[in-house]
C-alpha cells in the first residue's frame, strides 16, 4: 500500500521560509512523478510545483515561482519544498501527490494527508 507522509508545516511570519517534505514507501518511488497541490479554506485545490521522476523536469504554478523549489532524493523515497519569502497568501493545507505523469492536474494516484503551511502578516 502507497502511502505519503508530508512534514514540516508550520506558522512562519511573512517574508520567512519552511521546507516541506514528502516521504513515501510501499512503491517503487523513482517510478514516480511527484507534486505538490495547496488548498486554502473555502477554496478550491490548486497545483503549486511537480517534478518528474529523475528530477530533470520540474514545474511551478505562476505564484510560486522563484520562490518555491521542488527537489527529490529517490534513494530516501523523498520529494522536497522548500518555501522562501513566504507570504500571507501562501496559507493553506499542502498535499504531496505521486502518480505516472507529472501534471499540473489533479490527476495523481496518491495523496498525503497534508501539512498545513500559515503565514502571519
Known amino acids: 500500500q502507497v502511502q505519503l507522509v508530508e512534514a514540516g508545516g508550520g506558522l512562519v511570519q511573512a517574508g520567512g521560509s519552511l521546507r516541506l517534505s514528502c516521504a513515501a514507501s510501499?512503491?517503487?518511488?523513482?517510478?514516480?512523478?511527484m507534486s505538490w497541490f495547496r488548498q486554502a479554506p473555502g477554496k478550491e485545490r490548486e497545483f503549486v510545483s511537480a517534478?518528474?521522476?529523475?528530477?530533470?523536469?520540474?514545474y511551478y504554478a505562476d505564484s510560486v515561482k522563484g520562490r518555491f523549489t521542488i527537489s527529490r532524493d529517490n534513494a530516501k523515497n523523498t520529494v522536497y519544498l522548500p518555501m522562501n519569502s513566504l507570504k500571507p497568501e501562501d496559507t493553506a493545507v499542502y498535499y504531496c501527490?505521486?502518480?505516472?505523469?507529472?501534471?499540473?492536474?489533479?490527476?495523481?494516484?496518491?495523496w498525503g494527508q497534508g501539512t498545513q503551511v500559515s503565514v502571519s502578516s
Open positions: 517534478i518528474n521522476w529523475s528530477g530533470g523536469s520540474r
Open positions: 510501499g512503491c517503487t518511488f523513482s517510478n514516480y512523478a
Open positions: 501527490a505521486g502518480g505516472r505523469i507529472a501534471t499540473t492536474r489533479a490527476m495523481y494516484d496518491y
